[in-house]
């Protein structure tokens, strides 16, 4: 198993700014994931976040939007920049972990919950 | 692309009631499933999986069965309690990636 902490854990932020969102996890891992979950609705993946290389973004996220950071294989961050209330969203870091089985189990933190006004 | 379509909710029961939460999905391959459990301020948690057809997944008395021929992972319980008051994600897994229903917020009332 692994235990995530992010921080911060909720914010308020103003349009036009851009926050920083940290991922720590309790063992080295080789997969680390971000998803945002938008009020109501389902995760979805934003990118994976690879250590020692960029970022491998999905359909509808980009790099200049959603900087991430992989310097080592326990923490990572993601930014969430230039914010408007479109991005007020809880923003997962999730883990994945060998279940020793044909696949292997994600682990997810807590979430940092983002109001945008 | 691979999906998953789970009922809508909310979903009330009173204590001790069956619970079944319907779960579909669609995928070219074939994946593992998984029931993932929020509870109110918590993060994402995994409640069960099963990885090929067939299987049945267990934890803390929910149940869910991969159905290939239907399709389906639907989750159930025998009687429910207040404290399994959450929102319940169907989810599959596609390579690394992790595809997720809308998920479905279960209220149980005492």
């Known amino acids: 198993s692994a235990v995530i902490s992010q921080k911060p854990s909720r914010d308020i932020c103003q349009r036009g700014t851009s926050l920083t969102i940290q991922c720590q996890v309790d063992s080295q891992v080789t997969m680390m994931f971000w998803y945002r979950q938008q009020p109501g609705q389902s995760l979805t993946l934003i990118a994976t976040a690879n250590q020692g290389s960029e970022a491998t973004y999905e359909s509808g996220f980009v790099i200049d939007k959603f900087p991430i950071s992989r310097p080592n294989l326990t923490f990572s961050t993601l930014t969430v920049s230039n914010m408007s209330p479109e991005d007020s969203s809880i923003y997962l870091c999730s883990v994945e972990v060998g279940g020793g089985e044909s696949y292997n189990e994600q682990f997810f933190g807590p979430g940092t919950r983002l109001t945008v006004l | 692309g691979d999906s998953v379509t789970q009922m809508e909710g909310p979903v009330t029961l009173s204590e001790e009631a069956f619970l079944t939460i319907n779960c579909t999905y669609t995928?070219?391959?074939?994946?593992?499933l998984f029931w993932y459990v929020q509870y109110p301020g918590e993060g994402l948690q995994l409640l069960l999986k099963a990885t090929k057809a067939d299987d049945k997944g267990s934890n803390k008395g929910f149940e869910a069965t991969y159905r290939k021929e239907t399709t389906s992972f639907h989750l159930e319980k025998g009687s429910v309690q207040v404290s399994d008051s959450a929102v319940y994600f169907c989810a599959l897994s596609e390579g690394d990636k992790i595809i997720f229903g809308k998920g479905t917020r279960l209220h149980i009332l005492p």
């Open positions: 995928a070219t391959g074939y994946p593992s």
